[in-house]
């Protein structure tokens, strides 16, 4: 597991899920707020991906050119942007046109139902 992580299990849910996965989530809302498109929060997951792996080894002795541990850290950091992206895109739509959009689930939004009579 630890080959696989580049790190150990510990300091993978606390640095890569806690600390970065609240980065992303702070960074996929920013995102959203400004319209930016998904290759910009994956552009933005790999910044944060590369931050990850130097503070793994800088703080927690994990491997720094673990190839492994930077695709599997990047993927779950870019997968909590993505998602908070998404939801922060679906909220802002329904909240800035609200008689074209309501809510259809947390990620996705659907076009009003005209009011009949």
Known sequence: MEALLGS?????VFLTVLVFGGCGVLTGQTLAEG??????VIAY?????????FLAWGLFGGQLLSLWGFIV????IALITLTA????????MVNQYPWLY?????????ERSPACG
């Open 8 to 12: 150990s299990l510990p300091v993978f």
């Open 35 to 40: 319209w930016k498109p998904v290759s910009s």
């Open 45 to 53: 997951s790999l910044l944060l991906g590369v931050g990850d792996r």
């Open 73 to 76: 850290h990047t993927a779950v």
């Open 85 to 92: 992206h998404r939801v922060a895109i679906a909220r802002r």
């Open 102 to 110: 309501e809510r259809a689930g947390p990620f996705a939004w659907k």
